[in-house]
């Protein structure tokens, strides 16, 4: 059995120093060690207001390299993780850039915010290296902003609306409604409430009050009373991260009833708001109560190792090593631009969901399966993970995958 790897920087800084002092006596033994794995780099914000999601991001990637190197590794050679904070999108493109050029990773996995992930794709698009984004939910990562070499197992932000739009709309929460809404100020919230309004508003509702909301903050307040002043009927969340955990815990605590809803949603910040707190509809790329035997299966190997359920943040990273594992076993290369050819010719892959995924050549996007969720009461919560019941997957399951996915609309202009 192969040992499993877990690198971080500090111990492929040991490993340089200690190749150093073998300079004459050793090199060619270090040089074949080397040679005999497969690095992947992995990138994804463990510090900031999106800390908790990438912490569950490491936990996937982590265990998707233990199983596979414990099953043997890729082609022969085990693989070798080398994980690193992002940050920012500066010290991403930074990080990116010395991932591919220094430690020589076959590719990377990872980020979840969409001005990283942008940062990313372009050093990933300039070097030709091959980079799954796993969080960063942007439609123009998917539009203007697409490479050739930047693809997304992460749902875009009009999948994320669409999800849980079509159960708004079936319980009479859009038309004729009036809402108000909360949106993280950067990037990935500026576009997410761009498709949640045009969604909204061309469903008959109307916006009566719309609030920018830095991504650092953590009082929410200000933004509280206002609604409690504008009295809407529906109060939707474009925010982000640990936001969302500060502001479902505020609203409840507030006592305020107007009925919540959120067109981007990550379980482990409704995990972080505590017992009670969570409430309304919103919409998931995955959940733990997806009824799949790999998913299950899933479920069981995380909580084993981690002691606590995966969530969807960890999906993503889990499942994209799975597909480049796969994936470098059927090309039987580990060279990015065959990976990058392969996944755009429509190739097929288990995520853990009823219905395989692929990721589509027009925008490297991941046509899949979404869900929508309910939040439970208090009172009928099994223990502190058990904080929502699933609605169904979107589409159907005679529909086809593609009416989920982003309008081909022209803004991508993949080169051929």
Same mark, same amino acid.
């Given at each position: ?13 040991? &490993? ?41 991001? #490491? ?50 996995? &990872? ?131 640990? #936001? ?12 305020? #009833? ?15 708001? &505590? ?142």
């Amino acid at each position: 059995m192969v040992r499993p790897f877990d690198f971080t920087r500090r111990t492929l800084l040991k &490993g340089a120093a200690s190749a150093t002092t073998l300079v004459g006596i050793g090199m060619p033994a270090i040089v074949k060690a080397q040679a005999d794995v497969i690095r992947i780099g992995h990138l994804t914000p463990v510090t900031g207001f999106l800390g908790p999601l990438g912490e569950f991001a #490491q936990m996937g990637v982590r265990l998707a390299a233990e199983e596979i190197n414990a099953a043997g590794g890729v082609l022969g050679r085990p693989v070798e993780l080398v994980i690193e904070d992002s940050v920012n999108p500066q010290t991403a493109s930074a990080k990116a850039e010395r991932l591919i050029e220094r430690d020589k990773v076959a590719m990377i996995i &990872g980020e979840i915010s969409s001005a990283s992930a942008l940062a990313i794709g372009q050093v990933a698009n300039r070097t030709k290296t091959v980079f799954i984004n796993t969080g960063a939910n942007s439609d123009a990562l998917r539009g203007a902003s697409c490479n050739p070499f930047t693809f997304h197992i992460e749902a875009a932000n009009s999948m994320m609306v669409l999800a849980v739009g079509n159960y708004l709309k079936s319980e009479n929460m859009i038309k004729g409604k009036k809402w108000y809404s909360l949106t993280a100020d950067y990037a990935f919230g500026h576009d997410l409430f761009r498709v949640a309004k045009k969604f909204v508003t061309e469903n008959g509702g109307e916006f009566v009050g719309e609030e920018l909301v830095p991504t650092d903050a953590t009082d929410f307040s200000p933004y509280l009373l206002k609604i409690r002043q504008a009295r809407p009927d529906i109060v939707a969340s474009n925010l982000a991260g640990n #936001q969302i955990t500060n502001f479902i815990k505020q609203y409840a605590e507030y006592g305020l #009833q107007f009925p919540i809803t959120g067109f981007g949603f990550d379980t482990a910040v409704a995990w972080g708001a &505590g017992k009670g707190n969570f409430s309304g509809i919103w919409p998931l790329v995955w959940h733990h109560l997806v009824d799949s035997p790999s998913s299950k299966n899933y479920v069981s190997a995380f909580t084993k190792k981690y002691g606590k359920p995966p969530e969807n943040q960890s999906w993503g990273d889990y499942n994209s090593l799975k597909i480049v594992a796969q994936s470098f076993a059927e090309l039987k290369s580990t060279d990015p631009q065959k990976l990058a050819e392969h996944l755009r010719k429509g190739a097929k892959f288990d995520i853990l969901k009823s219905r395989e995924g692929y990721f589509r050549a027009y925008d490297n996007q991941m046509v899949q399966e979404m869900y929508a969720v309910r939040a439970k009461d208090a009172n009928k919560m099994k223990d502190q993970w058990d904080i929502y019941d699933p609605l169904g997957s979107v589409p159907g399951s005679s529909d086809s995958l593609e009416v989920l996915a982003p309008p081909q609309d022209g803004a991508c202009k993949m080169p051929a």
